[in-house]
């Protein structure tokens, strides 16, 4: 049974940062290229940041780059999302995703795995 498991959400102010992490169970986690998306209420989810199946490459959002960062720990299962200089735009439900492909995905359909999501909120 494949399980991704977000955590590390919160309330924090804004310019604030938060930790997200993904534990992934279920699936050989060094095949899959994982992503992170957010949905705010609404909203469609879209798409934050992804990360290569071996941390080689990553993509971004461009409404988060230079604040957000995406790395994994292919040893432990786990992909984080560094997210620093928080705005009250940030917030949404954040959702870690996982797609057994080569390159990095932004479009949510393209992802076979979700996880949950843990909810962000950013106050003014």
């Known amino acids: 049974q494949v399980q991704l498991v977000e955590s590390g959400g919160g309330l924090v102010q804004a310019g604030g940062s938060l930790r997200l992490s993904c534990a992934a169970s279920g699936i050989i986690f060094g095949t899959y290229a994982m992503g992170w998306f957010r949905q705010a209420p609404g909203k469609e989810r879209v798409f934050v940041a992804g990360i290569t199946w071996n941390g080689a490459r990553t993509s971004y959002e461009d409404s988060v780059k230079g604040r957000f960062t995406i790395s994994r720990d292919n040893a432990k299962n786990l992909v984080y999302l560094q997210m620093n200089s928080l705005k009250p735009e940030d917030t949404a439900v954040y959702y870690c995703?996982?797609?057994?492909?080569?390159?990095?995905?932004?479009?949510?359909?393209?992802?076979?795995?979700w996880g949950q999501g843990t909810q962000v909120t950013v106050s003014s």
């Open positions: 995703a996982a797609d057994l492909g080569i390159s990095i995905k932004t479009a949510a359909l393209q992802y076979e795995y």
